[in-house]
């Protein structure tokens, strides 16, 4: 392979990273939001670089036709260079989600002592995580009786017809992607990964605020809706 194909391979990789990362919310899919400079960083180095070679490369083969120079050739493996390229330009991996969030254990809750008491909406809105924590670490049971709303997507499995309700957390790309689940008792079977916001109360299983108590709810209602720009949050749902 000639070192032109190489500058044309760097100009595709560039011009990919820029496309999901300028223009489009993909880059959503790979890294977190904070990452999204870096990645526009890379993606303009890789294209001049690209450019760069190019002209260089012709200026060289100019040369080169009076003395009989040949170009050295690259390995053949190098060819992979142009699969993630082609990739970032025309087509985008799905998102993580329940596949993923189905193997691989709930994130751990960090230890918290102190709560804030709940606002007096019905149902509270809340995040994954901050349940998670009342449910089990929140001696005061703020949360019994109460009703909670939360969005995420749906992760199928459960035993007797239950399922979790999932968020799956970037700490920095795809990589270390972690879940948070909600076993959810009740409403219709839908499909995995659909958007649900879902209401309800806490499942009465263990002794509530302690490690025994279900990281679970009783559905009262279950709505389907669009998935967050960013899904990689574990974010409040929407009013």
């Given at each position: 392979?000639?070192?032109?194909?190489?500058?044309?391979?760097?100009?595709?990789?560039?011009?990919?990273?820029?496309?999901?990362?300028?223009?489009?919310?993909?880059?959503?899919?790979?890294?977190?939001?904070?990452?999204?400079?870096?990645?526009?960083?890379?993606?303009?180095?890789?294209?001049?670089?690209?450019?760069?070679?190019?002209?260089?490369?012709?200026?060289?083969?100019?040369?080169?036709?009076?003395?009989?120079?040949?170009?050295?050739?690259?390995?053949?493996?190098?060819?992979?260079?142009?699969?993630?390229?082609?990739?970032?330009?025309?087509?985008?991996?799905?998102?993580?989600?329940?596949?993923?969030?189905?193997?691989?254990?709930?994130?751990?809750?960090?230890?918290?002592?102190?709560?804030?008491?709940?606002?007096?909406?019905?149902?509270?809105?809340?995040?994954?995580?901050?349940?998670?924590?009342?449910?089990?670490?929140?001696?005061?049971?703020?949360?019994?009786?109460?009703?909670?709303?939360?969005?995420?997507?749906?992760?199928?499995?459960?035993?007797?017809?239950?399922?979790?309700?999932?968020?799956?957390?970037?700490?920095?790309?795809?990589?270390?992607?972690?879940?948070?689940?909600?076993?959810?008792?009740?409403?219709?079977?839908?499909?995995?990964?659909?958007?649900?916001?879902?209401?309800?109360?806490?499942?009465?299983?263990?002794?509530?605020?302690?490690?025994?108590?279900?990281?679970?709810?009783?559905?009262?209602?279950?709505q389907k809706v669009a998935r967050p720009v960013n899904g990689y949050q574990d974010a409040l749902p929407l009013?």
């Open positions: 392979m000639r070192r032109f194909v190489q500058a044309l391979l760097l100009v595709l990789c560039g011009l990919g990273l820029l496309q999901v990362s300028l223009f489009t919310e993909l880059y959503l899919r790979y890294v977190k939001e904070g990452m999204r400079p870096l990645l526009i960083a890379s993606g303009a180095v890789l294209l001049l670089l690209g450019l760069a070679s190019a002209v260089l490369d012709k200026r060289q083969e100019k040369e080169g036709e009076g003395h009989g120079h040949d170009h050295s050739g690259l390995p053949r493996v190098a060819w992979l260079l142009l699969l993630p390229a082609l990739s970032l330009l025309c087509y985008a991996p799905p998102a993580l989600g329940a596949y993923t969030a189905s193997r691989q254990p709930p994130k751990a809750v960090a230890e918290q002592s102190d709560f804030d008491p709940l606002p007096a909406t019905s149902p509270v809105p809340m995040t994954l995580s901050d349940f998670t924590s009342r449910v089990r670490q929140d001696r005061r049971q703020d949360i019994k009786g109460r009703g909670i709303r939360m969005t995420g997507f749906v992760t199928p499995g459960g035993p007797a017809g239950s399922w979790d309700l999932t968020r799956v957390i970037l700490n920095c790309c795809a990589a270390d992607a972690q879940s948070v689940k909600v076993r959810i008792h009740g409403g219709p079977a839908l499909p995995a990964n659909t958007w649900v916001t879902v209401t309800g109360t806490w499942h009465a299983a263990g002794k509530l605020g302690t490690g025994s108590a279900a990281v679970a709810l009783d559905a009262r209602t279950v009013p």
